[in-house]
């Protein structure tokens, strides 16, 4: 759901619960506009619901509501953008910086957490395992405040975790950790009900998080990441399990990483683009192409053709916008290779 210099936004793909805001119907197959009233600065999307904040501050939502989660005051699904009233209940009315993203942390059940502009985190939803911060395992409908030692600048979602980064540029989490998903050496289930700092050797500038690993930039240039290493996230090379945060040994600097499910891309400052981990999403094998699984552990350089300025991940397939305007994509609904999926200024 990319959004435009014009502050349109498109949406296109699954619609079976209205996250794309495109009314009731069940797919798009190509980029339609999304109807705002006004300019969009800021998009965030969930499995099943989505955000959106307006120019004027106002946050619009839409998609699945069966537990409140598109703050409406009701727990009616939206098939278009509806005005959430995000403000109203949160203390000390503070304009809102929505995360990178939400993720819906079971079927049954949402969780979110929210920025403000002066640095304080508000979370709600089910409290199960710690995954709202607040010391209980409480569940909240209403957005609750995250006690923290100072100021955050990013918010990053896993499937039952939380990552921070402060304006120290420390990193603390918080949920439940799975394959040391929370970087703090535990391979089994251990909650974490409050934030708890990462122990990392450099200062931090970036966090990006996939379900169960995690990746944060460093001032110097080096990439830590730490968790799931099932599918080679990690980048050792191995699938063995790592205690604490692993530093990456990258062919070439990495500027941005873009986690998925079993693997991660990264972008560097020339606009190259590299992935690695397990290509095919064990979901997708499972479901959909069980005799097709690409393990590639080490860095692997995708061939294309013009330089990149922008990279998106998603569940099984991946996304790149070219300086050009070319937007190509590969995986899961696409050839393996990069192809071109079309031409984002004739779109627009």
Known sequence: ?????????????????????????????????????????????????????????????????DYGQLMTGDQTSRDTPAVADLQSVVANPDPVIIPEFSQ???IAATMEAFLTESGRVFTKGPGDMGTLGTATANSHEEPTYVPMPEAITQIEAGLFTFTVLTAKGEVYNWGVSQLNSLGHDHKENKWYLTPTQVPLPEKITKIRSDMYSTGALAESGNWYMWGDNTYGSLATRTKDYAAGPVKLETPVPFAELFPSRSYWLALTAEGEVYQWGTWQNKFAEEMYMPDVQTQDLKYQKIALPEKVIKAKSTAYDNFVLSATGNLYAWGFRFKQEPQISWKMSKTL
């Open 104 to 106: 819906e942390v079971a």
């Open 1 to 65: 759901m990319p959004k435009t210099r014009s502050g349109k936004v498109l949406a296109w793909g699954d619609n079976a619960r209205n996250q794309l805001g495109l009314a009731d119907r069940k797919e798009a197959l190509s980029p339609e506009n999304i109807a705002f009233p006004e300019k969009i600065t800021l998009i965030a999307t969930g499995f099943h619901h989505s955000y959106a904040l307006g120019e004027s501050g106002k946050l619009y939502a839409f998609g699945a509501n």
